[in-house]
């Protein structure tokens, strides 16, 4: 029997700490988005978060070359007050959202949640490969930063 890695000790770990927290699905961008905006106010913008070289950035970090990319502003309310109250918050929260897996925020708290909800594959989970590792870890970041994971969904075991 192999030694056990770092990463598998860690993935174990996890795993018994956010098992009842996973969000199994295969959710794509879109999805997430539609669900996100069933809780939330979204305000479209001009896609300009990074100036004249936003295009450029984000081809670049999304590593697709033909990738659709949209950015919102999330509106300051009652409804959003849980991402707004934290230090890093300006005036306006962004969310930047690609048509394949391209997912940011300048709000971390809002950005891990968008991940967790986004979901991940019971494959994936089973197989405790690197998006499983990744996956896992934004709830360890969410702890790290003292904040609660807010769910957009009933959360569903795998079967």
């Known amino acids: 029997m192999k030694p056990k890695t770092y990463s598998d000790k860690r993935i174990a770990l996890w795993k018994s700490q ?56 999330l509106v300051k309310n009652e409804k959003s007050e849980e991402y707004y109250k934290e230090e890093e918050a300006g005036d306006e929260i962004h969310i930047i959202i690609g048509d394949n897996t391209y997912l940011y ?28 590792l990744e996956y896992l870890s934004k709830f360890a970041q969410l702890d790290e930063l003292g904040v609660s994971h807010i769910s957009l969904r009933p959360i569903t075991q795998p079967t």
């Open 18 to 73: 956010y098992a009842q927290d996973v969000v199994f699905t295969s959710s794509s961008n879109s999805k997430l988005l539609e669900e996100f905006m069933e809780v939330y106010d979204l305000r479209v913008i001009e896609l300009n978060l990074f100036g004249e070289n936003t295009i450029p950035v984000l081809t670049e970090n999304s590593g697709y070359q033909d990738n659709s990319f949209r950015e919102f502003v």
């Open 105 to 132: 925020s300048d709000n971390n708290h809002l950005y891990l949640d968008l991940f967790i909800n986004r979901g991940i594959t019971e494959e994936s989970y089973n197989n405790e490969d690197l998006f499983c």
